[in-house]
């Protein structure tokens, strides 16, 4: 699986947006991008998931560059409890395996 | 609501028992994931299963072993346990055609003294 680079820390204004970049420069055709968060002492959580197109859920938006070296994950209007570490990772569909960087700590602030 | 429990939240242990981590899940999912996570070094997989009584080794199995004996349920079992193993154990679960995200348990805090 592709490797992925974040930013080790990012700070946002509750209710501003949060915009968190992930570079996966050699990502193959067939690997898809995911992201999850872990807020402290709970398990990770999934986010959001994307191959080639943007995505959208109620969560989160997923933009991804037309040639899929990089995307970002944005949170429309964060709050305080989207404060946690975020992952991007980048994997093959049918891969059984989760392999986790060490992720961006993303504080939002009051 | 779905989800993945853990058994324990907190445990501690003495060195040289075995302890044993049960995981179950509720939304039928194949595949099913046993992890750790220390400071510094993130999470790392230990070993994982596609199916019942199955399984295959992740990146750290050394010191442990696993059991599925039916879809819902997977086991850890660290055979005699030892400080370096004081960690989060994580356990997840997802489909087997692995598109779909996975779902992760609240973590269990192991501490061997």
């Known amino acids: 699986d592709a490797k992925t680079t974040q930013p080790p820390s990012m700070d946002c204004a509750e209710g501003r947006a949060a915009n968190l970049p992930c570079n996966h420069s050699?990502?193959?055709?067939?690997?898809?991008v995911y992201w999850y968060r872990q807020i402290h002492s709970q398990g990770p959580q999934y986010i959001i998931h994307?191959?080639?197109n943007n995505e959208t859920n109620e969560m989160a938006s997923l933009i991804i560059t037309e040639d899929r070296k990089s995307s970002t994950l944005i949170l429309p209007h964060a709050t305080l409890r989207d404060t946690a570490v975020y992952y991007c990772?980048?994997?093959?569909?049918?891969?059984?395996?989760?392999?986790f960087g060490a992720g961006t700590i993303l504080r939002v602030k009051s | 609501d779905v989800k993945v429990t853990q058994s324990s939240r907190y445990l501690v242990k003495r060195t040289g028992e075995k302890v044993f981590l049960e995981c179950v899940q509720d939304?039928?999912?194949?595949?099913m994931f046993w992890y750790r996570q220390d400071p510094g070094l993130g999470l790392r997989l230990i070993y994982f299963?596609?199916?019942?009584?199955?399984?295959e080794k992740g990146d750290i199995p050394e010191g442990y072993s696993v059991s599925r004996e039916k879809k819902e349920r997977f086991s850890l079992i660290l055979e005699s346990a030892s400080t370096n193993q004081t960690s989060m154990y994580l356990c997840?679960?997802?489909?087997?055609?692995?598109?779909?995200?996975?779902?992760f348990g609240s973590g269990t805090r192991l501490t061997v003294v």
């Open positions: 997840a679960s997802s489909l087997w055609e692995g598109v779909s995200g996975y779902t």
């Open positions: 050699t990502i193959s055709g067939n690997e898809y």
């Open positions: 994307g191959l080639k």
């Open positions: 990772i980048v994997r093959v569909a049918y891969g059984n395996k989760l392999v």
């Open positions: 939304m039928d999912h194949e595949n």
């Open positions: 299963s596609y199916d019942v009584k199955m399984k």
